[in-house]
């Protein structure tokens, strides 16, 4: 079975310029999740999706930041523009339904801002 | 809104000791999970607690879900240099807005003197 995909693995932008990650979870895994890791912190939830609806997204910092999961498969993340703050792993998960059990990871975005 | 803190944030222990982590939620959970993240890679999900009282063990590994479901600890036996990264509890509660919100731990960065 493949697991979560994400793209690009590493990014290095300058400050106020964009940046968009991809994320394609398991095959069937209807609840996708982004989360940003800062050095040496836990995973913090930036939104979540069930299928192409938004469930939470309390913590997405909307004024730079979208998402979307239009057809309820793969999911986009853009930030515009980025800050120096920005600078992260962005960590895609998915599991088959939102109640259910383990999250499975990607192997994470590394966004650099200089 | 729901906080998940972990102590101790750092332990480094000789090969052969034994290993614990404490995790407590400010709020009470419906289930609890743990993850190991090892440098650089992404976290991977170990066991899931969901019962009051509940304990379940891997091998060396010893997982406890407090009575209230407020608190867990994770207790490995005779660490070995495998047993390297960081480790993170992750509180599945109901936010604000009504949906189950899995909220990642601080972490315990574990290093082995061997």
């Known amino acids: 079975e493949a697991g979560v995909a994400q793209s690009p693995r590493y990014k290095i932008i300058e400050k106020r310029q964009s940046v968009a990650f991809w994320c394609n979870p398991i095959?069937?895994?209807?609840?996708l999740y982004w989360y940003q890791q800062i050095l040496g912190q836990g995973p913090k939830l930036l939104i979540q999706?069930?299928?192409?609806?938004?469930?939470?997204d309390s913590q997405l910092p909307k004024d730079r930041f979208s998402a979307e999961r239009l057809k309820g498969v793969d999911s986009t993340l853009k930030i515009q523009p980025a800050k120096l703050e920005d600078s992260a792993v962005y960590l895609c998960?998915?599991?088959?339904?939102?109640?259910?059990?383990?999250?499975?990871f990607g192997e994470g975005s590394r966004l650099t801002v200089l | 809104g729901q906080q998940v803190m972990q102590i101790p944030q750092y332990q480094h222990v000789q090969e052969g000791e034994d290993f614990t982590t404490y995790c407590n939620s400010s709020t009470t959970l419906s289930n609890i999970q743990w993850y190991k993240q090892r440098p650089g890679g992404h976290p991977v999900f170990l066991i899931q607690l969901v019962k009051s009282g509940e304990v379940k063990k891997q091998k060396r590994l010893t997982f406890q879900f407090g009575e209230a479901k407020k608190n867990s600890s994770l207790h490995i036996t005779a660490t070995q240099t495998t047993d390297v990264g960081t480790y993170f509890c992750a509180g599945e509660g109901y936010s604000e807005f009504g949906n189950e919100k899995l909220t990642f731990g601080t972490g315990t960065r574990l290093t082995i003197i061997p």
């Open positions: 095959s069937g895994h209807a609840t």
């Open positions: 998960a998915s599991r088959p339904n939102r109640d259910t059990g383990e999250l499975f």
């Open positions: 999706f069930q299928n192409n609806g938004v469930v939470d």
